[in-house]
């Protein structure tokens, strides 16, 4: 029986304390893998859960915003001096909604801060002494946004598929050197995020009840994210509405400007200036 590949690695998730970020600590700490976690909310709940449920977990925790980079950089300092960081999962991210003409350019600072900086940050600090070991593996979790156009998320999609962009060409220099890098485009999934989405100049409730999608669990998100990850695949799509997208944008591309053409209109027909 091949054994587990998550199994005594060392694995630091930033956006932990919920979500995506929770469901991939508890996944990992289930499968045999030491676990760190790190957010700005109290990540205490999420650790106590994780080790009710597996009493034999190895899970640490402490705060962190990633969008400082001397702290990220500390705290895998101190992390590498316990053990290697043989995974490090980008996961910490904000949301923001609403038409481009009802933005300033300070909307768009804390979007690119979290979702962009903060992953550089996190590569900056864990990166090197994965290629100074000649193995790791780094994971940033991005978006379906960042694969087909998203109107009334013109940051957020512009920040994930920076992201994108950065695994893909980083996944092809790191490969020499022994380090594996994957991005991770999840679709609509179930972790509470459009209640910490901030919206502007829309009406929450109204899109949230335009969206014709069912979304995937947290739990299940972790789930395909560690498979594309064990698989060491360069782009990991979570749901049927992301990998349709992702490859009829090469295939049928006309389509899916129609499809983003009814998404603005949405956002449009909810618009509340």
């Known amino acids: 029986m091949r054994s587990d590949p ?19 600590a508890e996944a990992l700490a289930a499968r045999g893998a030491r ?19 597996h009493p034999e977990a190895r899970v640490e925790h402490a705060p962190l915003d990633v ?11 101190r992390i590498e001096a ?20 009802d933005l300033t350019p300070a909307d768009w600072r804390r979007v690119l801060a979290v979702n962009l900086e903060g992953t550089i940050n996190g590569i900056h600090a864990v ?8 193995d790791g593996h780094v994971v940033n979790i991005a978006s379906g946004a960042a694969l087909a156009p998203r109107p009334g998320m013109v ?31 999840p679709g609509y999934i179930d972790t509470g995020i459009m209640g910490r989405t901030r919206f502007v100049g829309l009406d929450r409730a109204g899109l949230e009840g335009a969206i014709p999608i069912r979304p995937i669990s947290a739990a299940e998100c972790a789930r ?6 064990a698989r060491d695949r360069a782009l990991i799509p979570v749901g049927a509405e992301v990998g349709l997208e992702w490859r009829l944008m090469r295939w049928a591309p006309g389509l ?17 200036r």
Not at 82 to 101: H, K, Y
């Open 35 to 53: 676990v760190w976690l790190t957010d700005v909310q109290p990540l205490a709940p999420v650790v106590e859960a994780i080790s009710a449920r």
């Open 82 to 101: 316990v053990q290697p960081i043989d995974l490090l999962f980008n996961n910490a991210g904000v949301g923001l909604a609403g038409e481009l003409r």
């Open 155 to 185: 940051p957020y999609a512009a920040a994930k598929a920076a992201v994108v962009g950065l695994s893909r060409s980083l996944r092809a220099e790191a490969a020499g050197l022994g380090v594996r890098v994957s991005a991770v485009c």
């Open 224 to 229: 395909r994210t560690l498979v594309g990850v």
């Open 256 to 272: 899916v400007e129609r499809m983003a053409r009814w998404r603005a209109r949405q956002f449009r027909r909810h618009r509340v």
């Open 6 to 24: 998550f199994t005594g690695r060392a694995a630091l998730i930033t956006g932990a304390a919920s979500g995506i970020g929770a469901a991939l």
């Open 127 to 134: 990166y090197p002494a994965m290629v100074a070991r000649g």
């Open 67 to 77: 969008t400082d980079a001397d702290a990220f950089a500390a705290l895998a300092a």
